[in-house]
């Protein structure tokens, strides 16, 4: 899937809170337009939100085929890049630069569908719609690597347990979704309870009673939802905390409550 936009050449738009469009146009010196997956930006933003990371610089982003075939390139002519669904770039947390062996890590760990190690700052990510490459691009371009914790000798991060929620805590966060998703309210989690669970994410029901419920639980739990706290709208601190849950418990990592499903059957202890 990807979501491709086409931009003037001048166009300043904030595609993300780190992320302007300027950033990623093409640097040959033809000043042409810029097409880009926003999805692909979205994304990268995500990953930035996952991980903490305050800053980006990309050194590479849209290129026409001609840049592309460049010497001073050296690509296909027909890459990721040229696609617009690429991204060369090197991440910061608190003025310092993350390592790129520790990104390659980490993205492997977020799903991104193409990775590249290229120097010991910078890496490639990409979003293509078929396939997955992982690649060490001192090596050339091709996918020559398996496991990047493996490849490149890094510690498989060991999943943070679940903090045991308190009784109380866990007993009002029941009540708190059976009343305001309309099951009996009795603090009680069972199928009645699990049936009436609603959908929840950024896109639907971002403002639904019970986000606010679910916020205060995972804050409980000690997964931050961002600075504004449990302000009962499923924004994308909310997202973040739904993905280390669902990340720390072995559910699919997508920041989605889907109705009846397994995020909310951990959280409701049902599985
Ligand atoms: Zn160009
Ligand atoms: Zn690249």
Redesign the pocket.
């Known amino acids: 899937m990807s979501n491709i936009k086409t931009f003037k050449y001048n166009d300043k738009t904030q595609l993300s809170k780190n992320i302007n469009i300027s950033e990623l146009r093409c640097k040959c010196s033809k000043h042409h337009e810029t097409k880009y997956d926003v999805d692909h930006v979205n994304k990268v933003q995500d990953f930035m939100n996952t991980n903490g990371f305050d800053k980006i610089i990309i050194s ?1 982003g849209y290129r026409c085929p001609e840049h592309d075939k460049s010497k001073s390139v050296g690509g296909s002519g027909s890459g990721q ?1 040229t696609k617009g669904t ?1 991204m ?1 770039c090197r991440f910061y947390k608190n003025g310092k630069v993350i390592p790129a062996k520790e990104v390659c890590c980490l993205a492997q760990d977020f799903g991104f569908k193409g990775i ?1 190690y290229i120097d010991s700052n910078y890496v ?1 990510l990409d979003s293509r719609t078929s396939g997955t490459y992982r690649g060490d691009e001192r090596k050339g371009r091709s996918s020559n690597v398996k496991d990047f914790y493996t490849y490149f000798n890094m510690p498989k991060p060991t999943p943070t347990p679940t903090p045991t929620p308190t009784d109380s805590a866990y007993k009002t966060f029941v009540k708190g979704v059976q009343s305001t998703c309309g099951a009996k309210v009795d603090g009680i989690a069972g199928k009645e309870t699990l049936s009436k669970t609603v959908t929840l994410s950024t896109k639907k029901n971002s403002k639904h009673k019970v986000v606010k419920v679910l916020q205060t639980y995972l804050i409980s739990l000690g997964y931050s939802c961002g600075k504004c706290g449990a302000d009962g709208i499923f924004g994308s601190g909310t997202k973040s905390a739904v993905k280390a849950y669902q990340k720390a418990n072995g559910c699919v990592v997508d920041g989605v409550l889907d109705a009846k499903n397994k995020t909310w059957k951990k959280l409701l202890k049902l599985a």
Do not use: I, K, L, T
């Open positions: 590479s890049h690429a060369d590249g490639h």
